[in-house]
């Protein structure tokens, strides 16, 4: 079943993520139906905050993407098809300190039409649970370092706007206001 995407600037957006504390079917139904709705959306990533639910729950999937990047899951290689689409829960992110940052353009799917240059570390080492609460250790770089610290920013309430590079940022302004009076107008209301 795919879901309604919530736009700029839905409360919901701005709220952490509960930390997911039962791994059972209304867990598995949620993320399925998160992935449905990221992949009708052509979208590479999506939070459970941007279909109106504040968890600690993020689905990636990059395996339509072109980009080259690098990965170790549970320290092993597996082919891409293999772990994606990925369902992250109470992810934590950490970046080693004086990590290789980069500035690249990202968009969001709560922001339809608007993207803007986002400067973010190269690479990452993450922990997180699978749905059936199994930890994992994600170390990775490039697309997928940048997607999953776009998604786990959406966890915490954080937008990619907050870090979209200063000068860039004011020329998006127009659209935005446009996008929160269209959001007002016709809100999706969060479940
Ligand atoms: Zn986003």
Not at 63 to 81: N, S
Not at 137 to 149: E, K, P, Y
Request: aromatic residues 6%; hydrophobic residues 40%.
């Amino acid at each position: 079943m795919s879901l309604g995407i919530v736009h700029y600037n839905n409360p919901v957006l701005r709220r952490k993520g509960e930390k997911i504390t039962v791994f059972d079917d209304g867990l598995t139904s949620l993320a399925d139906a998160m992935i449905e709705t990221m992949h009708a959306a052509h979208g590479i990533g999506l939070a459970a905050q941007q279909v109106g639910h504040a968890l600690q729950l993020c689905v990636i999937d990059l395996r339509g993407t072109e980009a080259e990047f690098d990965w170790k899951l549970d320290g092993a290689k597996p082919p891409l098809e293999l772990f994606m689409p990925m369902v992250v829960v109470n992810p934590k992110v950490s970046v080693a300190r004086k990590a290789p940052t980069e500035s690249v353009e990202e968009g969001c799917l709560s922001f339809p039409e608007i993207r803007g240059p986002v400067t973010r570390a190269q690479a990452i080492s993450a922990k997180f649970q699978d749905p059936s609460g199994l930890p994992h250790t994600l170390d990775c770089n490039g697309l997928l370092a940048r997607c999953f610290q776009h998604e786990v920013d959406h966890l915490n309430g954080i937008l990619f706007i907050d870090r979209m590079d200063k000068e860039f940022r004011p020329t998006i302004d127009e659209a935005l206001k446009a996008l929160v009076k269209a959001t007002k107008a016709g809100q999706v209301v969060p479940k």
